[in-house]
């Protein structure tokens, strides 16, 4: 069974998913005039005042939250066992590729999460939308929607899931000795309790879980980074030489290193996935370029800080590489070894946090697919049921065939929104035209209405 899944998940990456990652991620960056860089400012002014238009005697989810559920389901199992299994397998120029994806995919997050809000629809206590949503509104292919929705609902309920478990398990199993059937049950319980309060419950645990895990972590690392500072130039060193040596290229190392770094980088930050933007719907906001941009700085916060912070502390600590440990394991012994013993029981606690946030952010976006399907409340209740047996299934499953389950779902699933947002992308642009005549025409805040763009004025029922 693993052996067949991996020579599926192998002719997948290798010969479709890298090509249109990075193409569609490069043709991005250049139809929106390198967004991702120019608007960097914008990006952290938005986040920092969004406070979202609230109706009176509604239930609304603020831009921060939904970027805070979006980044729970970022950072997690990805940043820290994640790195470690791109680091391991593809060597220290994977990080290179890693950076690469963000870099470039942030432009296919901003048209992603942009595409979402435009085409959002508006429920009793929020708004719900995502690829299913433009899939069948923006390209009048509702068989479209409902195979993403199927897809999204296996990787991130069932798949991802399962993969954040066994990454919590086996982070505790060393760093405590705990037993996983007994650690698993309990994740699970605690999974369901927070699933059951829907979307307003996941939102609020995920607006505080999320900056503490994610400062913790960042201090951490920015301590461990000013104790090895003279080894900096030695890593960037051995990154940029791994990524494009004579002897990688000799040796098929740099496409080892390149497909480890774009998948270990697309399961971390999810740029074209097709994930984030089911949550970005859901902000209430007065343009939707708006809610594109904070989900773009998303990405960058992803990988260009967290996942640099990992790849920082292995690399410095001069672990062996050799395959004889990887994943989360690989991080503990790397962290061990810069801030002894401590370092096995802290990335112990970080990854509770990380992958606890990431189910119930996983969570969300099979919930909100689910309903496009069905409006069934039961068959709602029966997949929160089984997203809870995924967690207990994967706290005991091996972790090779939990993430080579995971890399084919994730793949199949970027597949159909990667050409689902080559078609729909003019409407990304012509409303970030709009955006941007506003800003420089000096209003502060930018607010879409359907006559902004005649294009557009038959677009959006919530605009």
């Known amino acids: 069974m693993l052996e067949w899944l991996t020579g599926v998940n192998d002719f997948l990456w290798t010969y479709i998913l890298i090509v249109m990652l990075l193409g569609c991620a490069a043709w991005f960056t250049f139809k929106t005039g390198f967004v991702q860089f120019r608007m960097l400012g914008e ?12 109706t009176p005697g509604e239930k609304h989810i ?78 009048g292919r509702p068989w479209m929607g409902v195979l993403f929705a199927v897809l999204i609902s296996v990787t991130f309920g069932f798949a991802f899931n399962s993969v954040q478990s066994n ?8 760093a405590f000795g705990f037993d996983v059937a007994v650690l698993g049950g309990i994740i699970t319980v605690l999974t369901l309790l927070v699933i059951f309060g829907g979307i307003q419950r996941i939102a609020r645990v995920s607006s505080i879980v999320v900056p503490v895990m994610a400062l913790g972590y960042i201090l951490l690392a920015l301590t461990i980074v000013v104790l090895n500072i003279k080894e900096i130039p030695r890593v960037f060193e051995i990154i940029l030489s791994n990524a494009f040596g004579w002897e990688q290229v000799a040796g098929g190392g740099v496409g080892a290193a390149l497909m480890q770094g774009i998948k270990r980088g697309l399961f971390s930050n999810e740029a074209g996935m097709g994930s984030a933007p089911n949550v970005a ?13 904070i989900q773009a700085l998303g990405v960058f916060t992803d990988t260009l800080v967290i996942c640099t912070c990992t790849a920082f502390i292995i690399l410095f600590s001069q672990v062996p590489l050799d395959g004889t440990i990887n994943g989360i394991q690989l991080t503990q012994a790397a962290l061990t070894t810069q801030i002894g013993n401590f370092g096995n029981i802290f990335v112990a606690l970080a990854i509770l946090l990380f992958a606890f946030s990431s189910i119930i952010g996983n969570y969300y976006y099979g919930e909100a697919n689910i309903r496009f399907i069905t409006q069934k409340r039961s068959v709602l209740f029966l997949y929160r049921l089984l997203v809870g047996g995924m967690v207990l299934f994967g706290a005991l499953a091996s972790l090779d065939l939990a993430w ?14 990667l050409i689902a947002i080559i078609l729909l992308g ?5 409303l970030l035209k709009d955006y941007t005549i506003q800003k420089r025409a000096g209003i502060v805040s930018p607010v879409y209405a359907k006559g902004n763009v005649p294009e557009l004025k038959d677009i959006g029922e919530c605009w």
């Open 43 to 54: 990006m952290i002014r938005l986040l920092r005042d969004s406070t979202g238009r609230h």
């Open 62 to 139: 603020s831009s921060f939250q939904a970027f805070a559920v979006s980044l729970a389901s970022r950072v997690g199992t990805g940043n820290l066992a994640g790195v470690a299994t791109a680091v391991a397998v593809g060597g220290p120029g994977a990080v290179f590729w890693m950076w690469l994806i963000a870099l470039l995919g942030a432009a296919s997050a901003f048209v992603e999460s942009t595409l979402a809000q435009l085409y959002k629809i508006k429920e009793k206590d929020s708004f719900i939308g995502g690829p299913a949503y433009y899939m069948k509104t923006g390209l």
């Open 167 to 174: 990454t919590i398990c086996a982070a505790w199993g060393q």
């Open 281 to 293: 719907a859901t902000a209430d906001v007065s343009h939707p370029v708006k809610q594109g941009l």
């Open 404 to 417: 080579a389950l995971a890399d084919i779902t994730m793949g199949l699933m970027a597949l159909c929104n």
């Open 426 to 430: 003019r409407q990304a642009f012509l």
